[in-house]
């Protein structure tokens, strides 16, 4: 059900849209520039090589340590790893994050981010209200009463929150250096 809800979900106009494609539209409604993802994607469709697409979109340094760690985790085989840094490290604190920045932007830019809000707001209805608490369950499942595994998860989530940080700062960096 979560793996469904993320890849194919609806636009404000019931269309079928996975949440990738949603914010690439937002994107492009708000005037930002898109390049460098279409780049990345088309590359790694056409390579199917992540360090191509990497180097040919010039993938910022942040973005591409947060997508290695997430392949180190998924080449684990862990399936309580993948469960743990999901939960902590996305579902459980992203729509928080993201109520915030909905109510910030649109006070300043409503008419330009109706296609952003509206994948925000998804994002906190379906991640906040439904994915979080069986993403919760999932993890107590895959750990359950296995020690190891519990510090295990906390491990990779901790790692994770700080790989989410760099990319975070990174992409404020890049902002800062943009508006100069």
Request: glycine share 4%.
């Amino acid at each position: 059900e979560i793996v469904l809800g993320e890849e194919c979900d609806l636009d404000s106009f019931g269309n079928r849209r996975s949440h990738f494609e949603l914010y690439l539209d937002a994107m492009k409604q708000c005037g930002a520039d898109a390049s460098q993802i279409e780049i990345f994607v088309t590359t790694l469709q056409n390579t199917k090589d992540l360090n191509v697409a990497f180097e040919t979109s010039k993938t910022p340094q942040e973005a591409i340590d947060f997508v290695n760690f997430t392949f180190k985790i998924i080449q684990s085989n862990k399936d309580y790893l993948q469960s743990a840094i999901f939960t902590f490290g996305r579902e459980d604190l992203i729509p928080e994050m993201f109520i915030s920045i909905v109510n910030d932007i649109h006070k300043n830019f409503p008419d330009n981010i109706a296609i952003f809000k509206y994948y925000l707001e998804r994002h906190i209805e379906v991640d906040g209200d439904i994915h979080s608490h069986l993403a919760l369950q999932m993890t107590s499942n895959l750990c359950d009463t296995n020690e190891a595994f519990w510090k295990e998860a906390e491990q990779a989530t901790i790692e994770s929150l700080q790989k989410r940080i760099g990319l975070w700062n990174g992409a404020y960096q890049k902002i800062l250096d943009r508006s100069r």
